[in-house]
């Protein structure tokens, strides 16, 4: 008799994990639950996230599997937080999400479960996995689109995706809320994670990056006229744009931050015309694929829930918009998709819009 | 069957006290304050508990205060000292002494109790062994508030991470010779299976023991006090324990710390000497890079503490685990990650890139299990490099 499949699952103790651990233990794997003990400070599911890890094994314990803590608390800080402040310092707009999927689900945790004898590992994430003619493994939306978060999977390594399952990626999200409460799970109703895990939402970004950098005054520009219009308490949370908070509205136009300038210390806004622009550059590039031909046709999108947007993708570090679009702080991420917006090729860091 | 090498952690109970309480839940319920022959039985059983334990510690028999473990028995010793202080005008406690490496019943506690009373709280530091410098102590004995300031030393008889022996003699003639109203209170809850339990208690004024680390059953302990130190209470209520421990007394729970003292007292201790050198000198010869983090003549002969180079602990802990071998790494965290541990960071060896492991063994221990051990330590070692 073969030994059926030994699977890792990543159970954060939300609703989505612990239905696909319920599948996969349905489906008869091996399955064992894995929480990641990642952030060492205070965070709102409390010290440690007692509760969440809680919730993981309680919901462990319902379904019939092993339950395991491992710890990256050190690794966490050092891939993630700490790249994510200095991201900020730099008045970039980072995004934490894909630097933890990249460093510690899919290397640091999937390197451990490979080690510790498992087939391969799966989370919760609304995206799939589909082959090709040759059995080779592509990275693809979910099938709920409106729930896909492909966007934030961009940025792992081709290499693991032969080790990597996401078996929500078929269904839709009320569907999971509808498996949790048949099979009784104690987080059919637990809300969605919203913001960055290490983040109170009591303080906010603010409090937080104002402990670890000086946060700096700007003043607040016409960027047509030059005309000061006010002052803003912390450029490094000012992202391109961003309305909210900045709330000046004029000649009966909506304004956006059209440019944030550091070494003067502006934030310049404007009218959405002078948001647009036709192309973006971008750096530390990740392919999903062998290979992207230089002016290859592709979809990107730049943010984790934006629109799918036509371009064209430039070997050099460009993509070229078909059609004008707003600005992508620098930081972002970019991440390509094939024409049918279907597969996820890789994704790029932005340096510049 | 699995190896179980997490003694420290909890014994099995022993099959002689698994029958006793048995027999007693059969036969025997009352509480021993009320006034009928239920109640009488109970008391007999109770107080022959106490009488028994006593008679073994070479104790008077009213300075046994049962307590629901060895956590409320450490958390007694210093509140229950200290909470005198709002009661007298002189020989107030001043200074609250503890070593780096209690255990966290023993550091936490005393760290809010000294807040609460506004005493010093001042750590005893240790050596690269874990074991206090009893120097260190000399010089923190003798600096003063006050002329009849009292100081509360609390050190443990031996670590529950690493095993490391403390010099409880030395430190109580330290203590006591630095002031004579000093008070040394000795966390012996893992000291208590392997050391000389009747020596510590005649060389402090406190010592916390606790029945599931023995073989008893978990939820009993008690505080014994030796040198006539007042222990107010910290639990108030009916009066129980002559007025230091309110609460209905668990009988049962007694009677099975009673005969657990007793047997560990009777335990082999030159078999498990032997049983642990051989275990060490099989594992550093068969399991590369592997050595003690503490020499096996500094701990007791129940602990073997291993630093495992190029391992995860939490990987090691893993492959062990699904081997079907019980052991422990540093101190689990409430969310049960592996937290960097107190005690290694005090003797300065929590490096990163090694794995951790506590092995430490009980009165149903046998060399097979041991034997055992080292080829499944040997094997996910291997596994992992």
Avoid at chain 2, 32 to 59: T, V
Avoid at chain 2, 117 to 126: C, G, T
Wanted: hydrophobic share 40%; net charge negative.
């Amino acid at each position: 008799m073969s030994r059926s499949l030994k699977i890792a699952v990543g159970m954060s103790g939300g609703v989505d994990s612990s239905v696909t651990a319920a599948l996969l233990k349905q489906e008869g794997y091996d399955v064992a639950g894995v929480t990641l003990k990642l952030w060492g400070g205070q965070s709102d599911s409390g010290c440690c996230s007692v509760s969440d890890v809680e919730d993981a094994r309680f919901v462990a314990k319902k379904i019939g599997i092993n339950h395991h803590v491992w710890g990256f608390v050190e690794e966490f800080e050092e891939k993630v937080v700490a790249p994510y402040v200095e991201s900020h310092a730099r008045n970039e707009t980072p995004n934490p999400c894909v630097e933890c999927n990249r460093h510690l689900k899919f290397d640091l945790m999937l390197q451990r479960a490979k080690r510790l004898g498992f087939d391969a590992i799966a989370t919760g994430h609304y995206a799939r996995i589909i082959t090709d003619e040759n059995k080779k493994r592509y990275l693809a939306r979910s099938a709920d689109t409106k729930k896909d978060q492909s966007y934030v999977l961009s940025g792992i390594s081709k290499d693991v995706l032969e080790m990597c399952l996401f078996p929500l990626g078929d269904f839709e999200k009320s569907k999971v809320r509808q498996i949790a409460t048949e099979l009784d799970l104690l987080t059919a109703n637990k809300p969605d994670s919203q913001d960055v895990c290490f983040i109170l939402a009591t303080g906010g970004r603010k409090e937080f990056l104002s402990k670890k950098i000086p946060l700096n005054k700007a003043q607040i520009v016409d960027d047509g006229t030059d005309e000061i219009l006010g002052e803003i308490e912390a450029m490094e949370l000012v992202t391109l744009g961003q309305r909210r908070e900045i709330g000046i509205s004029r000649y009966g136009q909506r304004q956006y931050v059209v440019n944030v300038n550091p070494k003067s210390q502006q934030v310049r806004i404007g009218p959405l015309e002078r948001l647009l622009v036709d192309e973006i550059r971008f750096g530390d590039e990740n392919l999903l694929i062998d290979s992207i031909t230089d002016k290859q046709k592709i979809i990107v999108q730049v943010s984790a829930h934006g629109k799918p947007i036509k371009a064209t993708y430039l070997k050099e570090g460009k993509i070229l918009f078909d059609s004008s679009q707003r600005k992508v702080a620098p930081g972002q991420i970019v991440a390509f998709y094939d024409t049918d917006n279907v597969r996820v090729l890789g994704s790029a860091t932005v340096v510049s819009h | 069957m699995g190896i179980y090498l997490d003694h420290a952690a909890t014994s099995p109970i022993r099959p002689e006290i698994k029958d006793l309480i048995a027999s007693l839940y059969e036969s025997e319920f009352g509480n021993p304050s009320s006034q009928h022959s239920y109640a009488r039985k109970a008391r007999e059983i109770l107080d022959g508990a106490r009488e028994q334990i006593a008679g073994l510690l070479n104790i008077n028999y009213g300075n046994i205060i049962f307590t629901s473990g060895g956590t409320e028995s450490d958390n007694l010793a210093l509140y229950g000292s200290v909470r005198n202080n709002l009661n007298q005008e002189s020989a107030k406690i001043s200074d609250i002494l503890v070593s780096s490496v209690e255990h966290r019943a023993v550091l936490n506690s005393s760290a809010e109790i000294g807040k609460i009373f506004n005493l010093n709280l001042k750590k005893i530091p240790v050596d690269f062994n874990g074991r206090v410098q009893t120097d260190a102590l000399e010089e923190l004995l003798s600096q003063n508030n006050g002329s009849d300031d009292r100081k509360l030393v609390s050190v443990m008889a031996s670590n529950n991470e690493i095993g490391t022996v403390q010099p409880f003699r030395e430190i109580f003639d330290k203590v006591k010779s630095a002031n004579e109203n000093n008070i040394y209170h000795c966390d012996a809850v893992q000291g208590a299976g392997w050391l000389n339990l009747p020596e510590i208690v005649a060389n402090s004024d406190l010592v916390s023991i606790s029945s599931h680390k023995l073989g008893g059953p978990v939820g009993v302990g008690a505080l014994i006090v030796n040198g006539g130190q007042k222990i107010m209470p910290q639990i108030i209520g009916g009066g129980q324990e002559r007025q230091r421990r309110s609460g209905t007394n668990d009988v049962i729970g007694a009677a099975g710390l009673a005969m657990a003292v007793k047997l560990t007292l009777e335990k082999d201790h030159e078999y498990f000497k032997k049983l642990k050198q051989k275990f060490v000198s099989d594992l550093l010869s068969q399991v590369p890079d592997v050595f003690e983090t503490v020499p096996s003549e500094l701990s007791v002969d129940g602990m073997v503490h291993l630093t495992v180079k190029n391992v995860n602990s939490e990987e090691l802990l893993f492959l062990l685990d699904e081997s079907d071998l019980a052991a422990s790494a540093g101190s689990a965290c409430s969310s049960g990650s592996i937290a960097p541990s107190h005690v290694l960071q005090a003797i300065g060896v929590a490096d990163s890139g090694s794995a951790f492991i506590r092995l430490s063994f009980g009165w149903s221990t046998t060399e097979v299990d041991l034997n055992g051990a080292v080829s499944i330590i040997k094997n996910c070692t291997e596994k992992l490099r």
